[in-house]
């Protein structure tokens, strides 16, 4: 069993930068792949981010692609979306998710809480 704990999120203006952070407990974290996953209200939740077990594959959406990094940090069992030149479309609430190497949600068996980011105009 994996747990996650996401955090950094909050509220900013359009341009700035927010560095989301996701805690994992148990022992199995670098057995995973990790990705970040975000749903703004009335919206289906949608793929941002995956990095791979031991992070030498990352993929990214589109929407994000240049300007969102995902890191890990395995020793720590962490992982994180760096966030630059944030846009009000990038509000949403974000989830870390554990799982296969994927963009599908479905291929995830593990999920945090979320974190709320509101980027305003």
């Known amino acids: 069993q994996v747990q996650l704990v996401e955090s950094g999120g909050g509220l900013v203006q359009a341009g700035d930068s927010l560095r989301l952070a996701c805690a994992a407990s148990?022992?199995?974290?670098?057995?995973?792949?990790m990705g970040w996953f975000r749903q703004a209200p009335g919206k289906e939740r949608s793929f941002v981010a995956a990095?791979?077990?031991?992070?030498?594959?990352?993929r990214y959406a589109d929407s994000v692609k240049g300007r969102f990094t995902i890191s890990r940090d395995n020793a720590k069992n962490t992982v994180y979306l760096q966030m630059n030149g944030l846009k009000p479309e990038d509000t949403a609430a974000y989830y870390c998710?554990?799982?296969?190497?994927?963009?599908?949600?479905?291929?995830?068996?593990?999920w945090g809480q979320g974190t709320q980011v509101t980027v305003s105009s």
């Open positions: 998710a554990g799982g296969r190497y994927s963009t599908i949600s479905s291929e995830y068996n593990y």
């Open positions: 148990g022992r199995t974290f670098s057995a995973y792949a």
């Open positions: 990095i791979s077990a031991y992070g030498g594959s990352t």
